[in-house]
């Protein structure tokens, strides 16, 4: 069957019309997003914070030891991620967020206080890291609830701003690399060329370097103050993104590439497409309609180059790898920049701006 009526006969049509009304829907709510979330990041986090204190405790009390395998931590650290105000201007609704207020925040370094029914590996006192359910948020608040699951201990040897920088990040990075390309950290693989967009970014510096150590030739863009930074994080190549090269995604050396990890928004297929080794695949970490539908055609037509939408599941013991990693000195946090909790209306700014050089770590 040709692949225009196969595609036509298929489900995905009536799926595409479910999903433009819902991004209609979405686009018409946005200035309410915007407005509700903002009075809990824009430099009220604080006092969010606080009242949440309260309630936490009164729960605690009343049964937060029955809730199951959670730990309830007092937070030392924070960072924020583009996912934290693409919540805000309404870009994830109507799946984010559920209800208000709404305390944004993923990324959290802290220490545990309390520990939930059927908790096994961390008790009071215990230092942690870990990933704030998105649906519950509360990532900017002094305390938080956050399952056993996707927790992680952070040994005296790291700090916890620089691991407060690696949940969301990191996890997206190590997926991209690990389970989608298939490259073995040990370095025992084929070697691969790939190319990494946006590698002063948040998740863009931890790709370089895991890339890095599974023995790759990487391939990377940022713009031309990062470039030595860039290279110091482990790159064999450099460009300059707003270069005529740069924008074309092409090598120096003229390599195609196995894999692109693509931390930069935008981008249409042509780009990729010249420079793709014949099984080449893209991982695209902000899927848009765009490239959803380039996956689809891909998939359909059997096309041997692929874009592969990646959607972070993050799992507690990827997160522990991580943070050994980081202990071991093969992998570090580049720090934006460190702005104390009552200053979280300048770090969500600074994010937005989209020019951050690692990550933006929030203190408590
Ligand atoms: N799928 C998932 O689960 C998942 C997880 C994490 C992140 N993400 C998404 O991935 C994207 C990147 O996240 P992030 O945390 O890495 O963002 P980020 O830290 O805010 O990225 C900022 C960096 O990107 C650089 N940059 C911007 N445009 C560029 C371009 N065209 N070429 C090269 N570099 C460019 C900037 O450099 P200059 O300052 O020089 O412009 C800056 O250093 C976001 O859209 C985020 O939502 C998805």
Redesign the pocket.
């Known amino acids: 069957m040709p692949p225009l009526v196969f595609f036509l006969s298929s489900p995905y049509p009536l799926a595409c019309f479910f999903v433009f009304l819902l991004l209609s829907a979405s686009f018409a709510l946005q200035p309410t997003l915007h407005t509700q979330i903002l009075n809990c990041a824009n430099g009220k986090a604080h006092a969010c914070g606080s009242i949440r204190k309260l309630w936490w405790r009164t729960f605690c009390l009343k049964g937060f030891l029955e809730l199951g395998p959670c730990c309830f931590d007092k937070l030392e650290a924070a960072s924020l991620?583009?996912?934290d105000w693409?919540i805000q201007k309404g870009m994830l609704w109507p799946l984010l967020p559920r209800k208000f207020p709404y305390i944004p925040g993923t990324d959290i370094s802290g220490e545990v206080m309390e520990v939930g029914k059927g908790v096994r590996k961390f008790k009071p006192g215990d230092k942690v890291v870990a990933v704030v359910n998105p649906f519950s948020g509360g990532g900017l608040a002094e305390f938080a609830v956050v399952k056993e699951n996707i927790t992680a201990s952070r040994p005296s040897e790291t700090s916890a701003s620089e691991c407060a920088g690696l949940p969301?990040?990191g996890l997206?990075a190590l997926e991209a690399i690990t389970k989608t390309i298939g490259i073995k950290l040990d370095g025992s693989g084929e070697r691969k060329n790939i190319l990494i967009?946006?590698?002063?970014?948040?998740?863009?510096h931890y790709a370089v370097q895991l890339a890095k150590l599974g023995n790759t030739h990487v391939t990377a863009?940022?713009?031309a103050?990062?470039i030595e930074l860039v290279k110091s994080l482990g790159a064999d190549e450099v460009i300059d993104?707003k270069t005529p090269d740069?924008a074309a995604l092409k090598s120096p050396s003229g390599k195609k590439y196995d894999a692109v990890i693509h931390?930069?928004?935008?981008f249409p297929w042509s780009t990729f497409e010249p420079n793709l080794a014949l099984n080449g695949k893209v991982v695209d970490?902000?899927?848009s309609s765009a490239s959803m539908l380039t996956f689809a055609l891909k998939k359909l037509t059997f096309s041997k180059k692929q874009l592969v939408p990646?959607?972070?599941f993050p799992k507690g013991k990827d997160l522990q790898y991580l943070i050994d990693l980081v202990k071991e000195g093969k992998l570090k946090t580049v720090v934006d920049s460190k702005y104390p909790i009552t200053m979280a209306e300048d770090a969500w700014g600074k994010?937005i701006d989209?020019?951050?050089?690692?990550?933006i770590i929030i203190e408590f």
């Open positions: 991620n583009p996912f693409k969301v990040a997206t967009t946006a590698a002063s970014g948040g998740v863009g863009t940022c713009g103050r990062n993104y740069g931390c930069a928004v935008g970490i902000t899927p990646l959607f972070l994010s989209g020019h951050a050089t690692g990550k």
